[in-house]
């Protein structure tokens, strides 16, 4: 057997065991129900502006544009808040930063796969003990050096910073989401919290025409000293009640000034000159969850971390096994000694450096056990981002529902009580009901109408919920347009994440 057999019969278990390396799978099922499963409500308690999207759950149709879809509110002053407030949101700047972080963790895994280029230079004077003269040396060399990536380590890595790089990308979308739903429903708030204040002045205004009523009454002797002193209580209750509602509206609109940046007096006159349309547009959910939970960034993002976590397994294993490397050197030289100058030009190929780790007390072992833990954790948090995404979905769909099934109740209260209220009024002013039946009627009144304001409240906040649930537009970059893209990265390029619009 000569020398060439025995290094190669060696290095055969090393080759063999190397080929043999299979990092846990990349991708791994997260099983979803096959439709959305939620309440049914009868079909004569569904407006028929959301017919399609809660007559008959679970749903059918399509997802609708939701890039647009606060252009569809019909509301240019939510649209202009919503802009305003991802132009200055700190989540928003946090998750561009991580963008540009993880683009740069990804560029540098992607360099080490490349050969290294290095040139050094450098310049000697010396001189030694009389008679010999002075010399001087002058070198300049190109220094070629690459690791070959023999089983994977570093092509795992560049793995691994390209799945967190495009998660980057997906939870800046889902920041800007968050930001938007944000201000809508501190929007919504707002303008509901306005209409509450407008029952609340009525019913205010209402019970002060009652007391100054039944206190001419009681100074003429028609009734007694309590009722006008209960009808003075009842006014003030209402005025004290007006007050705090208007109260709760001046904090939304703080909440607004700090959200969006305006300041609060060109706030105020845009939301004096601008009014809130009537009815929000409906928005029809895919039968499959997969095809919605795959506008999800956050699903997205947790799906791309079973991917890195997949890759950091595989080349913490890669490292157990022997790194080559080979390196080189092209280059030039002056020596000048008494007058008399030599170049020389000299080239090398190697050293080709194989190094076989033995022994490192188990460390690399250990470091291949906390990968696969990682990745293990990473496939649990995959599955339960899925199912939370499904709950979110389900339990905005719903809050539609029922809203949509109490709204028709809503609006025969209201008109209920308040004819009622009306008559009880009338009769009291002839003397043939008291003040306490005045007031009972008029209780169920203000609570008929702050219910139906509530009720519309939150089914604002349900569409924004279902909005946000549904990825809020989101569509996951096509593989071959992002594997363009990850192979020309480089220190300069343009952020992907800036063709993200809404």
């Not at 080490?112 to 001087?136: D, E, F, G, V």
């Not at 795959?294 to 157990?320: K, N, W």
């Not at 009627?441 to 939150?458: D, F, Y």
Request: include cysteine; charge should be neutral; aromatic fraction near 6%.
């Amino acid at each position: 057997m000569n020398r060439f057999t025995f290094l190669a019969s060696l290095g055969l278990p090393v080759w063999l065991a190397g080929c043999a390396l299979t990092p846990p799978p990349a991708k791994v099922e997260a099983p979803a129900a096959s439709q959305w499963y939620a309440p049914v409500s009868s079909a004569s308690k569904v407006p028929a502006a959301d017919a399609e999207a809660v007559a008959a759950l679970p749903h059918h149709g399509t997802v609708s544009d939701l890039t647009q879809w606060w252009q569809q509110q019909n509301d240019p002053l939510l649209v202009e808040l919503v802009d305003a407030a991802q132009g200055v949101s700190p989540n928003i700047a946090s998750a561009r930063a991580r963008i540009e972080q993880s683009r740069s963790t990804a560029v540098a895994a992607g360099a080490a796969l490349l050969p290294q280029l290095n040139l050094t230079t450098s310049i000697t004077r010396s001189s030694a003990q009389p008679p010999l003269p002075m010399n001087t040396n002058a070198q300049a060399a190109l220094q070629p050096s690459w690791e070959i990536d023999l089983f994977g380590a570093n092509r795992a890595t560049n793995r691994a910073a390209v799945a967190r790089y495009q998660g980057a990308q997906a939870s800046w979308h889902d920041a800007r989401v968050a930001v938007a739903a944000e201000v809508a429903n501190r929007y919504y708030s707002l303008r509901s919290c306005e209409k509450l204040v407008t029952v609340s002045r009525s019913d205010a205004a209402s019970r002060a025409e009652t007391s100054r009523l039944s206190d001419l009454s009681t100074k003429a002797g028609f009734e007694a000293p309590a009722n006008a002193a209960l009808a003075r209580a009842s006014a003030a209750e209402a005025n004290g009640r007006a007050t705090q509602q208007q109260a709760l509206c001046e904090i939304d609109i703080k909440a607004l000034v700090a959200l969006t940046a305006i300041d609060e007096p060109t706030l105020r006159s845009k939301l004096a000159a601008s009014s809130e349309p009537a009815v929000t547009p409906s928005m029809a959910i895919a039968s499959l969850p997969a095809q919605t939970l795959l506008q999800r960034p956050d699903v997205f993002v947790a799906e791309r971390e079973v991917a890195a976590a997949s890759a950091d397994t595989g080349s913490a294993m890669a490292q157990r096994y022997p790194r080559l490397t080979l390196s080189g050197s092209v280059g030039a030289a002056r020596f000048q000694v008494a007058g008399v100058t030599n170049d020389l030009q000299t080239w090398s190929i190697g050293p080709l450096q194989l190094s076989l780790p033995i022994f490192d007390g188990g460390r690399r072992a250990a470091n291949v056990d906390a990968a696969r833990a990682n990745y293990e954790a990473a496939v649990v948090n995959y599955r339960g981002t899925v199912r939370q995404a499904v709950r979110e979905v389900e339990e905005a769909l719903v809050n539609l529902q029922s809203t949509a099934a109490r709204s028709d109740d809503a609006r025969a209260a209201v008109d209920g009580y308040r004819m009622s209220f009306e008559a009880t009024e009338a009769r009291y002013r002839s003397g043939l009901a008291s003040l306490v039946e005045l007031e009972d009627a008029r209780r169920l009144r203000l609570a008929a109408e702050l219910n139906a304001v509530s009720l519309e409240r939150e089914r604002r906040q349900a569409w924004v919920t279902l909005y946000r649930a549904a990825g809020g537009g989101w569509q996951i970059p096509d593989d071959a347009a992002q594997t363009r893209v990850f192979s020309s990265l480089s220190p300069s390029s343009e952020l992907p994440g800036d063709g993200l619009k809404k």
